[in-house]
Nanobody, 126 residues
Framework: QVQLVESGGGSVQAGGSLRLSCAASGSTNRLKYMSWFRQAPGKEREGVALIDIGGRTSYADSVMGRFTISQDNAKNTLYLQMNSLEPEDTAIYYC????????????????????WGQGTQVTVSS
């Protein structure tokens, strides 16, 4: 099993920055990719960014150029650096991970992810 714990959420004004962290524990050696998702009130969960063991990254169009996903393998920690935040970025942010053998082809759809954190709230005020 894999456990994921997010941290770093909070309240910030538009134009500000936050860095989210996701600490992974358990059978992390089997993971092939990790991602960030978010869910705003009344909306479906949305994929934000992913990174795989080959270093490939992918971003939702809405965050391209503003958010950066990275990982520290020695610390088993995933990060999401969020800059130029907008009120539309307000949501609960979730860390997710998976171990599919077709990891080179996975994308930001929730069906690919077996492990999820509890989420951290990000609120951006105008």
């Amino acid at each position: 099993q894999v456990q994921l714990v997010e941290s770093g959420g909070g309240s910030v004004q538009a134009g500000g920055s936050l860095r989210l962290s996701c600490a992974a524990s358990g059978s992390t050696n089997r993971l092939k990719y990790m991602s960030w998702f978010r869910q705003a009130p009344g909306k479906e969960r949305e994929g934000v960014a992913l990174i795989d063991i080959g270093g490939r990254t992918s971003y939702a169009d809405s965050v391209m150029g503003r958010f950066t996903i990275s990982q520290d393998n020695a610390k088993n920690t995933l990060y999401l650096q969020m800059n130029s935040l907008e009120p539309e970025d307000t949501a609960i942010y979730y860390c997710a991970a998976g171990a599919s053998l077709v990891w080179r082809n996975i994308d930001l759809r929730p069906l690919w992810y077996a492990y999820w954190g509890q989420g951290t709230q990000v609120t951006v005020s105008s």
